[in-house]
C-alpha cells in the first residue's frame, strides 16, 4: 500500500513535470515514510533529574519544559578572611541544547547513565568555553569573556550540540540567561527560590576537586522574556577551595545541566 501510494504520487509527478525524472530523484518527492516502524512511537517526556535522596527542589508545577542544556564555566568566589568559607559573586558559561540526547526521546538519545554522566564528560574532555586570561590566573578576561559561539563537539556523541547562549550575572549580581540561540530569543533574570546539595556521589571536579556546586530551583524576577523557571541539576564542579586570604577571588571550572521552563 505504501510504495502502491507513492507509485502514484510519482507517476503524477511525472505527468505534471517537465523533467520527470529529476523530479523523481529530489527528495523532496518522496515523503518522510522511509521509517515506517518506529516513526509513529511516543517520544519519552522528560523528567526533572531528582538527587535520590532527602529534600528535592520543587517541580516545573503546570509551566512546560522548552529545552534541556548543557552548561560549561566558571563559578567566581571572594574570600573575606583566611580560612573563611568563600562566598559566591557569580558564574559564566556557555549553554548548549542537548534536548534530543535525552533518553528515548529521539533517535540520537543516550542512555540513562550517559545521559547523566554528560555534565561529567563535558567537565573532563572539553576545553573551558571562555576567554581565559593570560595573566596565568584561573579567571577568564573581564571585558570579554566570551568567544564566538559555536556548537560543541562532545566525544562519543555523533552530532555536534548546538549553541544556545550565555549564562551570566548582570551588574546587579542577578543570575542571567541570554538564549539567543533559541529561536524565539529568550532571555531570563532569576531570583533563587531554593538550593539543595548535590548527590554525595557527583563529580567534584578537577582542579580544584573541591564538590560538585548545589543544584537550584530559580524562578523569573520579572523582566524574564519566554522564560519562567530555570533548575540547575546534575552539576559537576564548581564547589570553592577553603580561603587562604582576604580578598582572594576563586574561578572554578563546573559543568551543569540547565532544565528551562516556560509558562
Ligand atoms: C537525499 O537524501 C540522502 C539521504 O538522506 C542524501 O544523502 C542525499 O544527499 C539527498 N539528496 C539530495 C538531492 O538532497
Ligand atoms: C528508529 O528506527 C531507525 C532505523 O531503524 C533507527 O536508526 C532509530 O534509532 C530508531 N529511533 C528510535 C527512537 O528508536
Ligand atoms: C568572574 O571572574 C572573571 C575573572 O576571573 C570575570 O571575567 C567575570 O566577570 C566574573 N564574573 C562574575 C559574575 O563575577
Ligand atoms: C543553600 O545555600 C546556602 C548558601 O550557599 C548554604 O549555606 C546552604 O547550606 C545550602 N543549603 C543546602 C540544603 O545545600
Redesign the pocket.
Known sequence: MQSRSLFVLLSALALSSASPLRRRCSNSTIPAAT?P???T?A?ATPTLPTTGSGTQLDGPGSATLKHILVGHGIQNYTCSAAGATASSVGALAVVWDITDLYP??????LSADDFNLLTSRVLRTTEIPLNMAADGSTGAVVASPFPDPVDLVIEGITSAVKFMGHHFFDISGTPTFDLSGADDGEYFKGKKDANISAPSDADKGVDPATGAVDWLRLSDKGTSTGVSLVYRVLTAGGDPEACTDVGQTQSVPYTAQYWIYSN
Open positions: 521509517n516502524d518506529n516513526s512511537s517520544a528515548g526521546s529521539s533517535s540520537s538519545s
